[in-house]
């Protein structure tokens, strides 16, 4: 019915830079992350019933990913859809990170680039944690994991992200 | 603590998800050691990098519409004839079972006399507003303000009296569905009893005699005016129910 239509855009929809984001950063390139957003919205859409108020931001989220994470299995390389496991990739690594020279701020190429070439799980839960300032509680329900494997993931995504940041060539050179 | 375990605690003191026994711990231990200082530093680096707005993709203007267009043709596919009915949108567990009982109870009625089934609908509609709490659209004792409230939410007006002085106080009003049409329900109370008078205008001119009926323990009491038509609904017993229509009748 329109109003079921018109609910959804007014509860949903605000949301959609939000989920785009998430599947832009998973998924890798423009059409397919609009394609997988798209399906999601409309999976939330027949799912709308079911949501049942609260965090409307997480609930689509906790969609897209699940989107997002189905594509990546059926079009990617295996070892990039295989979910993380903490076991085979070890516990916390608290020897002392690199020393890092932060790239410019400014260089958002440079900085996508650095992001990009972690793994996707990592991806995942830096990009909900800096770019859409979810809180680990949030993150935990959206990824459907513990929270200490939140603040695991992320400590190692951070500590990948700063080493590929550290070794990236810097554009402008310094000389 | 050790480094070592404030490694395992930095992020999280990065980024405000410790309580407070544990950041003052970590605080501290900032203050003492520069290499888990130099740590904490670099986090908000990293961070200050991350910040750029420019990094969060912003979904395209077309995508925007094309979700919209698909997601209200997908509303009109799937539900061509909605019927309105604003209190069962409400949200909870309650209305959801609520309704898979007044389902069950209409899919049982549908084999059943036209009768039979008002009258169950008259007394899952009364045990629907005391499960769903939702008594009232508009809570007042005042029939001048219950009255009015019902103008452009439904195409009658119903009577709406008080019957205070005769032990039957006026509660409020709320809009029901009764008959296949929207019909007012006026909720009266007597001590800890709730009266549901749903009213609905009449098919026929001539009056009804009133009929008093049990079903499932409520009695329910109809009868018409020619004009409109009632259907009081409660757990109260029969006699002081049939007070109330004659109090209802004479004022």
């Known amino acids: ?175 | 603590m050790n480094c070592e375990q404030i490694q395992k605690l930095i992020h999280a003191h990065h980024d405000g998800e410790l309580d407070v026994a544990n950041t003052l711990q970590v605080d501290e231990h900032l203050a003492d050691c520069p290499s888990c200082f130099n740590t904490a530093r670099q986090l908000s680096a990293l961070r200050g990098t991350l910040q750029n707005a420019e990094l969060r993709f912003r979904a395209p203007a077309s995508l925007r519409q094309s979700i919209s267009a698909a997601v209200e043709q997908a509303a009109r596919a799937e539900r061509p004839a909605p019927v309105t009915r604003p209190w069962y949108r409400q949200p909870g567990w309650a209305v959801a079972a609520v309704l898979l009982v007044a389902c069950l109870l209409t899919l049982q009625m549908s084999f059943r006399r036209g009768d039979d089934r008002l009258l169950a609908e008259l007394t899952a509609s009364h045990v629907r507003s005391l499960m769903a709490t939702h008594l009232y659209d508009v809570a007042s004792t005042d029939q001048h303000t219950v009255k009015p409230w019902f103008d452009g939410r439904i195409d009658f007006a119903p009577p709406v009296k008080d019957l205070r002085e005769t032990g039957f106080p006026l509660l409020g009003g709320r809009l029901d569905f009764v008959d296949g049409r929207p019909a007012a329900a006026l909720v009266y109370g007597r001590q800890k009893h709730f009266l549901n008078l749903f009213v609905w205008p009449s098919a026929s001119t001539s009056p009804a005699e009133l009929r008093a009926t049990q079903r499932n323990g409520y009695n329910v009491l109809r009868w018409s005016d020619g004009k409109m038509n009632f259907g009081l609904v409660s757990d109260l017993n029969e006699g002081e129910m049939r007070e109330f229509v004659r109090e209802w009748s004479v004022k």
Request: proline share 3%.
């Open chain 1, 1 to 175: 019915m329109p109003d079921a239509s018109a609910n959804f855009d007014q509860t949903i929809l605000p949301h959609l830079d939000a989920a785009y984001n998430l599947a832009r950063w998973l998924i890798g390139n423009e059409r397919d992350a609009e394609d997988v957003t798209q399906e999601a919205c409309l999976r939330a859409f027949k799912f709308f019933d079911g949501f049942r108020g609260g965090d409307a931001r997480a609930w689509l989220l906790t969609i897209v990913r699940r989107s997002a994470w189905t594509w990546l299995r059926s079009n990617r390389r295996h070892e990039e859809a295989v979910e993380f496991d903490e076991e085979l990739h070890g516990g916390i690594d608290v020897s002392a990170s690199p020393e890092v020279s932060l790239i410019r701020a400014g260089d958002v190429d440079a900085v996508r680039q650095a992001i990009a070439t972690l793994p996707a799980v990592f991806r995942e839960v830096l990009v909900l944690r800096e770019l859409e300032d979810c809180s680990y509680k949030e993150i935990a329900d959206i990824a459907g994991v513990p929270i200490g494997t939140v603040m695991s993931r992320l400590t190692r995504a951070r500590r990948q992200l700063q080493a590929a940041l550290s070794t990236q060539p810097q554009s402008g050179g310094l000389s």
